[in-house]
């Protein structure tokens, strides 16, 4: 190796390391990505306590890596990497054969964790007089195993939901969702984890079988609401070669007979709301054009209906299902535990709820830290 290329290495070394700590530190630091949806770590400044600890450099080296410049981008270039290399999977998330669905690792719980879990679903039936239903759905690496890189690790058995309907005590009805999804092509976006509208729409007739109740075939045709959409596993991906997905809305706002109303609860005084939210069809979370995202509770209101007053314990699936249960019951509360902390026993009394759902994804489920609240 001649003098010249030495220096050379050296120079464009030091170039690298001391342009991109510079870069750092000049570029202002971002709260949110809207790549990947989530808020970013922030500087904090150290305390002989931290330093101690060594938690001053654990948030450090998190700060640093969410806040590395083009960030984005480097992402997308190990995507590319791993994949010339042969390699199936970036940032937990996999690559299906098909080369345009991605895969985020399904965490099962330990059998441990799933029965406390399960129990405090147990305990909600034992303090209330009205039934309660119990339901989990299926992950996408369930649904489309054939789409899973071989001996993909991390993968949805379907041994979750068998366990966890195995638990449930007399006061549970469990309704198994594996069934009315199983072989379906259009049930979930392929770039994001959520099920599609069809997907909720067969999750929503499976739902209404378990309950004792056929539901209400909808032939209405499909309404393309936007066609670049990209979820929450393509931005943890980095996988910039797949194509967006659609979204579809089946029923009207207002409810095919016109007559349905939402009203939102963010902090505890009710704004009216809609089924829809078209404007967010405009910015990254797509998704949250279904009831707009997240809240704490919210009230879907249809006196043309035939059935009383249910309350979904729910998290985001629940969404894209709301305009289905709107046409079937008179009223829907959709309850999120992450965001209320309402004794659920008192809000059935005040609210005269006759049936109880509680409904997540299987994932969602095993990684819940809320659902304690069920049993209080």
């Known amino acids: 190796m001649s003098k010249k290329y030495s220096i050379f290495i050296t120079v464009l070394f030091c170039l690298f390391i001391f342009g991109f700590g510079a870069a750092l530190i000049l ?19 150290p305390t002989l306590k931290t330093l101690r600890s060594g938690e001053f450099m654990e948030k450090f080296e998190d700060y640093v890596t969410d806040q590395f410049p083009l960030r984005d981008q480097w992402i997308q270039l190990k995507a590319y990497s791993e994949r010339a ?3 199936q999977e970036n940032n937990k998330v996999y690559f299906g054969t098909d080369g345009q669905t991605l895969f985020a690792q399904f965490n099962a719980p330990s059998p441990g964790d799933l029965e406390q879990k399960v129990g405090f679903v147990n305990a909600l039936g034992q303090n209330l007089t009205v039934p309660v239903y119990f339901s989990l759905v299926p992950d996408k690496s369930w649904v489309w195993a054939d789409l899973l890189p071989a001996n993909a690790p991390n993968a949805d058995d379907g041994s979750t939901i068998q366990q966890a309907a195995e638990l449930c005590g007399d006061e549970i009805t469990f309704i198994d969702l594996r069934g ?10 392929r770039t994001d984890h ?3 509208t069809m997907g909720a729409y067969r999750g929503y007739l ?16 499909l309404t393309l609401c936007s066609d670049s959409f990209y979820g929450t596993t393509y931005s943890s991906s980095g996988a910039a070669w797949v194509e967006p997905d659609s979204i579809y809305a089946v029923i009207p706002e207002g409810g095919t007979g016109g007559r349905v109303t939402v009203d939102r609860y963010p902090e505890g005084v009710a704004i009216p709301g809609g089924l829809y939210y078209p404007e967010k069809l405009e910015v990254k979370d797509k998704y949250a054009y279904f009831l707009g995202g997240n809240q704490p509770l919210c009230v879907i209101k249809n006196p043309d209906a035939a059935g009383g007053r249910l309350l979904v314990i ?12 709107a046409e079937e019951f008179q009223e829907v509360h959709l309850f999120d535990l992450r965001y209320n902390n309402t004794a659920l026993t008192q809000y059935v009394a005040d609210n005269g709820i006759d049936q ?19 049993a209080r």
């Open 206 to 221: 499976g739902l209404m079988q378990g309950m004792g109740d056929s539901g209400g075939i909808y032939d209405y045709p």
């Open 194 to 196: 959520h099920w599609t």
């Open 85 to 87: 290399l042969g390699k």
């Open 27 to 45: 570029s202002p630091s971002r709260d949110f990505s809207d790549q990947e949806n989530r808020f970013l770590a922030q500087f904090k400044a």
């Open 180 to 189: 009315p999804l199983t072989g379906t092509e259009d049930s979930f976006y």
């Open 356 to 374: 109880v759902l509680v409904l997540y994804s299987a994932a969602n489920f095993a990684t819940d830290i809320n659902l304690f609240k069920l």
């Open 314 to 325: 729910r998290d985001s699936y629940s969404d894209s299902l709301a305009p289905f249960l």
